[in-house]
T-cell receptor, first 114, second 110 residues
Framework: QQQVKQSPQSLIVQKGGISIINCAYE??????FPWYQQFPGKGPALLIA?????SEKKEGRFTISFNKSAKQFSLHIMDSQPGDSATYFC?????????????FGQGTTLQVKP | NAGVTQTPKFQVLKTGQSMTLQCAQD?????MYWYRQDPGMGLRLIYY???????DKGEVPNGYNVSRLNKREFSLRLESAAPSQTSVYFC?????????FGSGTRLTVV
């Protein structure tokens, strides 16, 4: 039962380019949508997150775009750098008062070529 | 350093052996989680503990047991390891929304 679907599985981008990773969810009760970044041998680390009451959130070179009606959200990495090479996971959860279980997408391995 | 600490970092088990993965957090978080990470499947929730004294099953609990020893510690036990349990295991804790993950335990069952 995959409630969050992520694409593409892998992505190669040239330095300075834009990296785009997409996710789609099924459960309309989800109200928190984070993106995690994971480097080899490390645990995932929170990168940026959004709530469904806004359509976009930007932090530095990282932007989340959110489309509530389509039940989709995406991560845009502007001016991609080799240091951005990592695996990215989208996720979704429902309410902090709930158990807050995060449901993760399958992950996208990003390689930024110099 | 504050955070989530997992031990061991690496482990090789023979089929049928048992072991316990340890996790401790020093951030006074109420909720703790165990996930497994497999290629192409993202992270899947095994068990979680919403607060001290409570535990509940996640998406893939079969073959595992957990203990929330106190607020800081949440252990994961494999009673009879199987090759299908070869994976990287992550423990996480959270205050409200954002999770903090440990660095993982890479387990191989042969």
């Amino acid at each position: 039962q995959q409630q969050v679907k992520q694409s593409p599985q892998s992505l190669i981008v040239q330095k300075g380019g834009i990296s785009i990773i997409n996710c789609a969810y099924e459960n309309t009760a989800f109200d928190y949508f984070p993106w995690y970044q994971q480097f080899p041998g490390k645990g995932p680390a929170l990168l940026i997150a959004i709530r469904p009451d806004v359509s976009e959130k930007k932090e530095g070179r990282f932007t989340i775009s959110f489309n509530k009606s389509a039940k989709q959200f995406s991560l845009h990495i502007m001016d991609s750098q080799p240091g951005d090479s990592a695996t990215y996971f989208c996720a979704a959860s429902r309410g902090s008062g709930n158990t807050g279980k995060l449901i993760f997408g399958q992950g996208t391995t990003l390689q930024v070529k110099p | 350093n504050a955070g989530v600490t997992q031990t061991p970092k690496f482990q090789v088990l023979k089929t049928g052996q048992s072991m316990t993965l340890q996790c401790a957090q020093d951030m006074n978080h109420n909720s703790m989680y165990w996930y497994r990470q497999d290629p192409g499947m993202g992270l899947r929730l095994i068990y979680y503990s919403a607060s001290e004294g409570t535990t509940d099953k996640g998406e893939v609990p079969n073959g595992y047991n957990v203990s929330r020893l106190n607020k800081r510690e949440f252990s994961l036990r494999l009673e009879s390891a199987a090759p299908s349990q070869t994976s990287v295991y992550f423990c996480a804790s959270r205050p409200n929304y954002g999770y903090t993950f440990g660095s993982g335990t890479r387990l191989t069952v042969v």
